[in-house]
Each structure stands twice: as structure tokens, then as C-alpha cells.
């Protein structure tokens, strides 16, 4: 089929025909089937479709450009084939974490996923100082599976080459490349942040050693294709309840260094620590969640690093590789990219193009400025002293005397 932008009535008649053919098994054959569009994200078109029984799916279909910006910004619809692929992929690897993909059409670049409506979005729910005790090692356990199968590590370089080039994600990657990396750095229109903050940005684009990290981090980025990523590992990307934790919306994976999606997620946890400086006025129970918080960052960089160390000594199919040295190595190089992504996470949703809830819903405005000149001070410090940790140690006793 020729590609066309649905809407609500085409979502129907398209899980329709599929249940026809069947070719998804989530509804009985005499569905009635309703959809509403509900997409709040910045690129795409997301539909939930259900029957009278109670049963329903997810059909998130791509635009022909950002749904934040519009028509002005074009982007590719392949981003819809990566999509379904890289959830295939990490599927088959960690399905306990991944969304489950149920069907896929390339033409109209949509894809139908397993309704997750039960589940909460992470952000919201750490708005609201909720706490998962599974988080950590859910998430650790879903990176480092992803990470270290499709590393050199586990895959054949023939392998490794052919799956490098089915993930090229050009236009996906040109946004991260521009908001994460460039942007904050320079004058740009694209940047968005309050007047007051003017002298601070200033000094960040003076600040030549910042300046040299984010360039440094951009490089890597750019070209370090260790691990097939989830791409974009923020706080709206995960689905949590107590018991569970799923990631969706993969569609910035591709072949790039290992520390971006744990960076991008301690990034994430770190944006709310700082926001609930502002959210929590008891000062006890702020530090209980404060304290919660840098927990499970802790623990998922420790359980992270834990998990690739035994996956290497027991699966690492390349000689080369299978030796402790080579993975301690391996990993210090991880850690200290990881350290730098948070960094340049911090700085980038405060002062770039996409920014977070946590912050920019805090009312009070003078507040709300405290937090964002908090955000950017760890930013900078922890993007100009990542390449100093030596080891996951280093950085937790970084992070803290930073957060105290
Ligand atoms: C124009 S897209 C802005 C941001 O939203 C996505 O979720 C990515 O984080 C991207 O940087
Ligand atoms: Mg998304």
C-alpha cells in the first residue's frame, strides 16, 4: 500500500483487515474495534486500538517529518523499518524488557505493539516521587544483554559489518548529533532556555574544555560502532510498574559506543533528582527519594558492568576478547563515555531544543531557574571530569560531592 498519514478511522480498518487475515491473534473475530489518537511524543503518529472485550494494541505509525516541528523538518520513514527491526533484535535478546512487536508494514512505516496502557511512563511516575525497586536491574539487565550480544564481543565481524549497515539511522542520528552534541554549545534558534539563564549558557559556549568534551563525545558518537543501542534511553521511553519494566520507541537505535543509552538513562535519573530540589518541600522525605534515586543509578551501573564482565567470560565467542583484562579495559572506556552522555543529557534538556517535564512543569518560576542552574553546573562537571573516573567507584564519590 501506497503511504498515507492515518487517522483514527484508517487505525480500525487496518487492525481489521489484519485480524481478518489473521494475522495478530489479540482480538476475537467479532471485534469492535475503536481507536483514538494519543500521541504526546515529538516525531510520531500513535493510535490505541481496542474492542468491547477489552483487548488492544498499540499502532504507532511514522510521519514524513516531526510532529513537534512540522513539515519543516523532513524525516525519513525508514525510521519505522529501524524501529521494528531494532525491537526484533532486542526482543530475541532481553524479551522481558522489550515491547513486544506484533506487526509490521514498511510502505506505511507503521507498527502494532503490545498495548502497555497497564504500565506507567516512567517521567510521570518519578514526577511524582514514585519508586520501582526493579528499575535498576531491569534496566541494567536489558543494556547489557542488547550491548554485549551485539558487540564484537559475541558477533562474527562478518555478522557485526551486516548488522552495522541494516541500523543505519542517518536522519535520526542528525538530530541527536545536532540537539545533544551542538546546539547547546553554540547560538542557535533551535536552543530554548529563559533570559535569566543567558550568562550561564554564555559562559558554556566560552568554555573551551566543555566545548572540547561535547566535541570529543559528538566524535564518538559519530563513529564507535560498538553495540547495536536502544538509541534514545530517556525517562519516556520506559514503561514501569512494580514488577516490571519495558522499553519502547527504539527508533534512534544504531551502531554506536556502548556508554550513550547508560549514560542517557543516569542523565534522566539525574534531571529528576534535581527537579524534585523544587517538587518535594519535606525536607525529609525529599532526601528518602533523593537518596532512592542515586541508588538505582548506582546499582544499575554496578549491576550493568557486573552483567557484560560474566557475559564475557562465558559467551565471548572472539579469542581475542574472552580475557578479564581486555573487558576492564573495555569497560573503563564505557564508564567514562557513560559519565560524559549523562553530562551532556543535563545540559542539553535544559538548555537545548527537547527538554524534560520534571523541570519544565515546576511552577515557580525562580525555582524552576535554581534547578535548571543546578542541572547545568553537574553537566559541565560531570562532562569535563568523565575522563578521570577510573572506575565506577570514582564516579559514584564524583557524583555525590557534586550533589551535596
Ligand atoms: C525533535 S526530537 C527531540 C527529542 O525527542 C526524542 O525523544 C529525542 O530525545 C530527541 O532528541
Ligand atoms: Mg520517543
Redesign the pocket.
Known amino acids: 500500500a501506497k503511504y498515507t498519514a492515518f487517522n483514527a478511522e484508517h487505525a480500525v480498518d487496518y487492525i481489521k483487515e489484519l485480524v481478518k487475515s489473521e494475522l495478530i491473534s489479540v482480538f476475537p473475530a467479532d471485534a469492535t474495534l475503536t481507536a483514538y489518537e494519543f500521541g504526546d ?3 510520531n503518529l500513535v493510535f490505541r486500538v481496542a474492542d468491547q472485550y477489552n483487548n488492544s494494541v498499540i499502532l504507532k505509525q511514522a510521519l514524513p517529518y ?1 510532529r ?2 512540522g513539515e519543516s523538518w523532513p524525516l525519513s520513514l525508514d525510521r519505522a523499518r529501524i524501529e521494528a527491526e531494532v525491537l526484533i533484535n532486542h526482543g530475541k535478546l532481553c524479551p522481558e524488557h522489550t515491547v513486544a512487536i506484533l506487526h509490521h508494514n514498511v510502505e506505511l512505516a507503521l507498527t502494532v505493539l503490545e498495548d502497555l496502557g497497564e504500565l506507567q511512563i516512567l517521567r510521570g511516575a518519578q514526577i511524582n516521587a514514585e519508586q520501582f525497586p526493579l528499575l535498576a536491574s531491569h534496566v541494567a539487565l536489558y543494556l547489557s544483554r542488547i550491548g554485549f550480544y551485539n558487540s564484537d564481543f559475541y558477533l562474527s565481524a562478518e555478522d557485526k559489518k551486516a548488522k552495522v549497515s541494516q541500523f543505519i539511522n542517518p536522519d535520526l542520528c542528525k ?2 548529533e545536532d ?1 545533544f552534541f551542538t546546539d547547546p554549545y553554540i547560538e542557535h534558534e533551535r536552543n530554548n532556555f529563559p533570559t535569566e539563564l543567558t550568562e550561564h549558557v554564555e559562559s558554556i559556549r566560552n568554555n573551551d574544555a566543555l566545548k572540547l568534551a561535547a566535541a570529543k563525545l559528538k566524535a564518538k558518537f559519530l563513529s564507535c560502532p560498538q553495540t547495536l543501542l536502544h538509541g ?1 534511553m ?1 525517562s519516556g521511553s520506559i514503561f514501569v510498574d512494580s514488577k516490571t519494566t519495558k522499553m519502547i520507541d527504539p527508533e ?1 537505535g544504531f551502531f554506536g559506543p556502548v556508554g550513550f543509552d547508560i549514560g542517557s538513562f543516569m542523565g534522566n535519573l539525574l534531571l529528576n533528582y534535581c527537579a524534585q530540589n523544587a517538587r518535594i518541600t519535606e525536607q525529609a522525605k525529599r532526601r528518602q527519594y533523593q537518596t532512592h534515586l542515586l541508588t538505582c543509578l548506582q546499582d544499575c551501573y554496578s549491576q550493568f558492568e557486573q552483567h557484560w564482565l560474566n557475559l564475557a567470560s562465558s559467551e565471548a565467542t572472539d579469542i581475542s576478547f574472552a580475557n578479564r583484562a581486555f573487558s576492564e579495559d573495555y569497560l573503563q572506556h564505557v564508564l567514562r563515555d557513560a559519565v560524559g552522555y549523562c553530562g551532556a543529557e543535563l545540559i542539553r534538556r535544559t538548555i537545548g ?2 527538554h524534560v517535564a520534571d523541570i519544565d512543569g515546576i511552577e515557580d518560576a525562580q525555582a524552576r531557574l535554581a534547578v535548571q542552574q543546578q542541572t547545568l553546573v553537574l553537566g559541565e562537571q560531570l562532562m569535563l571530569n568523565a575522563t578521570s573516573c577510573n572506575n565506577k567507584d570514582e564516579f559514584f564519590s564524583l557524583l555525590i560531592s557534586l550533589l551535596n
Open positions: 511524543g515529538n516525531l516531526a513537534c516541528v538530530i541527536t540537539l534514545d530517556h534512534f531544543l527537547a
